[in-house]
């Protein structure tokens, strides 16, 4: 099992800027982060949870949707076992609950999630 926890939504005006932090604290059956694939993923309300950027083990392949692309940076700390997405020129349809995803191969592991709202 991987446990990760969520930090950083909050409120912000359309054009405004947040950084979303994702800590791996605790790992069993010897994972370690540098095995780990991670993805920030998104939901809005009546939608379907969309993943927004990802990154490999290796950090050199980094994908992101369409929507966020040039907006939305995503990193990872190997050191500090944490990834970060880096948002900005945050519009209205970037509001949802933000949640980070861990994948070894098939299995997939979450975070709580983050609320993000972009609103006036």
């Known amino acids: 099992q991987v446990q990760l926890v969520e930090s950083g939504g909050g409120l912000v005006q359309p054009g405004g800027s947040l950084r979303l932090s994702c800590a791996a604290v605790?790992?069993?059956?010897?994972?370690?982060?540098?095995?780990?694939?991670m993805s920030w993923y998104r939901q809005a309300p009546e939608k379907e949870r969309e993943v927004v950027a990802s990154?490999?083990?290796?950090?050199?392949?980094?994908d992101y949707a369409d929507a966020v692309k040039g907006r939305f940076t995503i990193s990872r700390d190997l050191s500090e076992n944490t990834v970060t997405l880096q948002m900005n020129d945050l519009k209205p349809e970037d509001a949802g609950v933000y949640s980070c995803?861990?994948?070894?191969?098939?299995?997939?592991?979450w975070g709580q999630g983050t609320q993000v709202t972009v609103s006036a």
């Open positions: 605790r790992f069993d059956s010897g994972l370690t982060f540098k095995d780990l694939t």
């Open positions: 995803n861990a994948r070894f191969y098939s299995f997939n592991y």
């Open positions: 990154i490999n083990r290796y950090g050199d392949n980094i």
